[in-house]
């Protein structure tokens, strides 16, 4: 193979792009037959190299690998040592198992420094903007990322599906990135105009600043505006068919809406409840409200709008019941997990607290009854007190209250 003058990757291409576009730079008809050689040459070069190599374009990127993705990792470094560049060059553009988990319990892909919910990650097709691909030939990685359903440069529309035959496009499986696999010319496609929230609701996902109000207005970093995207498409149940446009109207008015829907639950609870507040778990009145909004991705309420909106609120209740010996809502339960997301600090140390006094628990346990994580044990004004006076702080990071000996 001639390495010379090959094609260097763009900083926003998906992995996939790029070794089809290096696969026909370098002759090769089918990108299966370039893995196969590349597959050969890793293993005559590289001495620990040994197992198989995805010949699919689909099975190309690393977070494919189920098992181990040495192999392919090993392949990216070969390929960038063979065009004499940064070794990690490619490594770079691929998708990455990552280690981060987003509310409730979402695994998340890695890419040059940012997490993304995996669930957010398109399966079966890549949409495309035809006038992107006349300018530049090659897929945008953020392409492969159901939010986007626009293009935020041309404010124009994502193609879905070919103008021609109407199949669904996937460059993946034609192996070509201009044409449909019945040959239409995807450049040529006319564009629809695309609306203006959901122009700036992708702008915002790509890192831009925008001069917005509510959620669009904060500095967030990337992956954590992903984290709130997945944490609005998860309370409406389906990330697929979200209406992002209605999304944008709710972050752009953030925290009213979520305020408003938080009184709803209470008034409702308080109209058709049997018993008395202080047996009322807070996840009978607001569902999994702490528990989805725990890591989106950081548990940093700093870094964490969503989780910090509720700490706000759960602080307001007790504030404005504070002093009353009647039964009222700031003596409804939460679970350890949901005090150890509301303090900040893991469920070990909440049970630690719980040992040295400093958090009782509603009601006299058993002699050596194991506390469940899940268990509604403490009362919410108990844990907001606790936070209030023991926890503020200038300083990142989880809290640690008491060491562990």
């Known amino acids: 193979m001639d390495w010379i003058n090959t094609p260097s990757p763009y900083q926003d291409e998906a992995l996939e792009s790029y070794l089809l576009r290096l696969s026909h730079h370098l002759g090769f008809p089918e990108y299966a037959d370039f893995a196969e050689e590349l597959w050969a040459l890793l293993v005559e070069n590289t001495p620990d190299a040994y197992g198989s190599y995805p010949l699919s374009l689909h099975q190309a990127n690393i977070y494919h690998a189920k098992v181990a993705s040495k192999l392919r990792a090993q392949g990216l470094f070969f390929v960038g040592r063979q065009r004499g560049v940064e070794e990690s060059e490619l490594l770079k553009l691929a998708l990455m ?17 940012i997490d993304y919910p995996f669930t957010l990650l398109r399966k079966d097709h890549t949409p495309v903007c035809p006038e992107c691909v006349a300018e530049s030939p090659y897929i945008r990685q953020h392409w492969h990322f159901l939010p986007h359903q626009v293009c935020h440069l041309h404010q124009t529309r994502l193609l879905s599906h070919c103008p021609a035959c109407h199949a669904l496009l996937d460059y993946q ?7 449909c696999e019945c040959g239409f010319d995807l450049t040529t496609a006319k564009t629809t105009k695309a609306e203006q929230d959901l122009v700036t609701l992708s702008q915002w996902l790509l890192g831009e600043n925008l001069a ?15 984290g709130l995207l997945l944490w609005y498409t998860h309370r409406l149940g389906d990330e697929e068919n979200v209406d992002l446009a209605e999304c944008f109207t709710y972050f752009k008015a953030w925290p009213e809406p979520l305020y408003t829907e938080l009184d ?10 049997v018993q008395p507040w202080y047996e009322k778990p807070l996840s009978s009145v607001f569902d999994n409200l702490v528990k989805d909004a725990r890591n989106l991705p950081s548990r940093n309420i700093s870094r964490n709008p969503i989780l910090k909106a509720i700490d706000a609120y759960l602080s307001t209740l007790v504030n404005e019941h504070a002093g009353q010996h ?35 628990t509603a009601f006299r346990l058993k002699l050596h009854e194991k506390i469940e994580s899940y268990k509604p044990i403490y009362h919410l004004r108990d844990v907001m007190t606790l936070r209030l006076t023991h926890m503020q702080s200038s300083t990142d990071g989880l809290n640690v209250f008491l060491p562990e000996w």
């Open 97 to 113: 198992h990552s280690k981060t988990k987003f509310s409730p319990n979402y695994k998340a892909v890695f890419r040059d420094g």
């Open 173 to 179: 499986s034609s192996e070509s990135i201009c044409y």
């Open 212 to 226: 917005e109000e509510g959620m669009l207005a904060l500095p967030l970093d990337i992956s954590a505006r992903y």
């Open 264 to 273: 709803q639950a209470l008034k409702k609870a308080e109209a058709v409840r």
């Open 326 to 360: 009647a039964d009222n809502p700031s003596n409804m339960l939460v679970s350890t997990f949901e005090a150890s997301t509301l303090l900040g600090c893991t469920t070990d140390e909440v049970n630690r607290l719980n040992d040295h006094g400093y958090l009782q």
